[in-house]
């Protein structure tokens, strides 16, 4: 099991797909957790308690949860959950 707690949304969206193609290759059946935020948490961000504080901005969100489904396809090769 790999995990990314709390990082994946300061990723551009080309470094997140590029992340997954990598373990897809390297690790093809592992199971990788992360978190994720949505695109009206990105627009928002000024307005969030500690990001307003900090250099590093929000940058990859997920619109729709099916995009995700259909990575976790490929990662774990069989579809079943």
Known sequence: MLVAKRVMMYFKEQHVRKLFDKLIKNFYGS???FDSISPL???NQQHHDSIKYMS???DWSIPDI??????????SGDGNY
């Open 41 to 43: 948490m990105v627009k």
């Open 31 to 33: 199971c990788f957790a």
């Open 66 to 75: 099916r995009e995700i489904r259909q990575l976790e396809l490929r990662l």
């Open 56 to 58: 590093a901005n929000f």
